[in-house]
């Protein structure tokens, strides 16, 4: 049988984990999330006239002989007053930023132009008629389709739809993930480490990357390699989790405790072309998605990169999955198993004449070398040798 590829693995992932259900969720919540309808403006913006400057309030008619005229202030508007009355011909209202303009006033006069006098005014500079007036509707009109389906929902358009009036807003939710890592050798941080043990990281780094990508990360602590195990520590969770997530296990030794626990359910464990992430189990448990990654980590997170990050930007209905990738020369020669994509780790810097260093070598445990990278190198199946100065594809981590 010949090894899945990686775009049929990256499919099969996205169609399993599907489309997350639109919720209306207070904006708070909001933030990254993906509007699910287009949004109408339920009101104009600003929805009235008002003014652009502390000032006067006047008829610009008053002010059209010659200056300084002297007028009497009959009123003063802080902005948030509700009870304006009209402006009488030759006279004017003290005026703030943001308060409502009176009927009858065409004009706001700004304090600067002004002895700033509280009963009675003298006027130094002429305005034009519509002068430091924010007319209704001049910014978002009742009606208009301000907000699109689809659109990401970033500071400013939650800002948006808080002026609109709106408290909620319809997306599609967040991704709730189990993270659950597997293996008897790990402890976790913090405990004493015996020899032959290590401490416990994927569950940090893909709780992380979940975030990272929009979902919530819920992380269920190691199982040891025991199949009973694994199944009872599943167990409160399956009810409250969109996807479950391992790490480890996967493999080919005596004791894969994932793969023991799930092939006889609805789990596919293969190989996919990719060096590192090469096994990888996918499928359902008890009618939960289930993405079983490798346990080293730097396999783990490139399969997380390759894989879940895609599946979890499309389930809240994101357009834009990808990483943005560009292309880079490689600074050094590097080579690649035959039939497999490598993703090797690498430092990218586009103002350096878009050059790639790789980092570290293509050791699937090299974790310190994953941290200091910030892009994945892609070493197409078809090649296995590459020359310094060989054109790559690389995918730009941060
Ligand atoms: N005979 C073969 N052996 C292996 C094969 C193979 O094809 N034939 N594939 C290798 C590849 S490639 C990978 S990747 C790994 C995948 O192994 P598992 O998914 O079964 O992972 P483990 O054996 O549990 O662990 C592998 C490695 O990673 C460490 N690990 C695991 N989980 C964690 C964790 N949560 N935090 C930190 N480190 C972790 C673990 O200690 C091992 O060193 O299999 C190869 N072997
Ligand atoms: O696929 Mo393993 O991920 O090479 O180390």
């Known amino acids: 049988m010949s090894p899945t590829t990686v775009a049929e693995h990256r499919q099969r992932v996205a169609e399993l984990v599907g489309l997350m259900p639109v919720l209306h969720q207070p904006l708070d919540e909001c933030l990254g999330l993906v509007l699910a309808a287009d949004v109408l403006a339920p009101l104009p913006l600003p929805p009235f006239d008002n003014s652009a400057m502390d000032g006067y309030a006047v008829r610009a008619a008053d002010l059209a002989g010659q200056l300084p005229v002297r007028l009497p202030v009959a009123d003063d508007i802080p902005a948030g007053r509700t009870d304006v009355r009209a402006l009488e011909p030759g006279t004017v ?187 990888q189990g996918s499928g359902t448990y008890e009618g939960l998605p289930v993405l079983a990654l490798p346990g080293n980590p730097v396999s783990a997170q490139v399969s997380f990169e390759v894989f879940v990050r895609p599946a979890l930007l499309a389930s809240m209905g994101h357009a834009q999955v990808e990483r943005p990738v560009a292309r880079a020369t490689v600074s050094t020669s590097l080579t690649s198993p035959v039939g497999k994509t490598q993703f090797r780790r690498g430092l990218y810097d586009p103002s350096s004449g878009q050059v790639v260093t790789p980092v570290g070598g293509p050791g699937s445990h090299l974790l310190s070398a994953l941290a200091m990278s910030n892009c994945l190198i892609e070493v197409p199946a078809d090649v296995t040798e590459l020359a310094a100065g060989a054109e790559v594809t690389v995918r730009y981590l941060q």
Not at 143 to 166: I, K, M, Q
Not at 168 to 188: F, M, N
Not at 271 to 279: D, E, N, T
């Open 93 to 279: 209202q003290r005026i703030m930023t943001g308060a409502p303009v009176p009927p009858g006033a065409d004009a706001v006069v700004q304090v600067e132009l002004t002895d700033a006098g509280t009963e009675i005014v003298t006027i130094t500079g002429r305005v034009e008629a519509g002068g430091n007036i924010r007319t209704a509707g001049d910014d978002v009109r009742e009606g208009d389709p301000v907000l699109t389906a689809g659109t990401v929902l970033n500071p400013s358009r939650l800002g948006l739809a808080s002026a609109l009036g709106l408290a909620e807003l319809p997306v599609r939710r967040r991704p709730r993930v189990l993270v659950l890592s597997t293996g008897s050798e790990l402890v976790e941080p913090g405990e004493p480490l015996a020899p032959g043990q290590i401490y416990e990281s994927n569950g940090m780094m893909l709780a992380s990357a979940v975030r990272d990508a929009g979902g919530i990360a819920v992380r269920l602590r190691f199982v040891p390699d025991d199949v009973e195990e694994f199944h009872r520590a599943l167990a409160p969770y399956l009810g409250s989790v969109d996807v479950v997530l391992t790490s480890g296990g996967v493999s080919a030794g005596a004791y894969e405790v994932v793969k023991d626990a799930l092939a006889s359910h609805d789990v596919r464990f293969t190989k996919v072309a990719m060096q590192p992430g090469g096994p």
